[in-house]
Structure formats: C-alpha cells, structure tokens
C-alpha cells in the first residue's frame, strides 16, 4: 500500500494522488487491493491508473498541470463509465 497519497475527492470520483517518486510496481499492488483510482508523476508528467477488475490500466497523457490532470482523468474515467 502506498502511504502518503493526497485526494481530490471534490467530486466523484475521487483519485488519490501518489507521492513522487513511488514506482509503478507500488502502483499496480496498491490498485489491486484498493481498486481506487490514482494519479501517477511519471518522468514529469502525469498518468491515470485504475483497476479494470483484472489489471491495471493507465492512461498516460495527462500533461504536466497538476488540476488539468486531474480533471482530463476524471472525465477519462466517468466517459468509461467508472463511479
């Protein structure tokens, strides 16, 4: 589990916000327990990753802003149909 995540839960759904620095292994056993959204720094720009319900997902074009990413995510998620 990673430790130290942030959250913006202004709106549904919520996604947690990963520390630099944590690997994409940490990633992928953290969405496997907790099936939660999360927003990844990955070599300065950010990526989503979320559980499909067999594997980890990511989509990797999110830019550099932080609150963009954020937004471009979540829409991301809810055009997919994920609540």
């Known amino acids: 589990m990673i430790s130290d995540l ?3 839960d202004t709106e549904s759904p919520a996604i947690g916000i990963t520390p630099e620095g ?3 292994d ?5 969405i496997k327990i907790q099936h ?3 927003l990844v720094l990955d070599g300065g720009q950010y990526a989503g990753a979320w559980w499909t ?4 997902a990511v989509e990797p074009d999110l ?3 932080l609150d963009a990413a954020i937004g471009g995510f979540r ?3 809810l055009d997919r149909g994920e609540t």
């Not at 319900?53 to 980890?56: C, E, R, Y």
């Open 36 to 38: 939660a959204p999360l």
């Open 75 to 77: 829409q991301f998620l």
């Open 6 to 8: 942030d959250y913006d």
């Open 63 to 65: 830019g550099d802003d």
């Open 22 to 24: 944590v690997s994409w």
């Open 53 to 56: 319900g067999t594997a980890l």
């Open 26 to 30: 940490e990633v992928r056993d953290h």
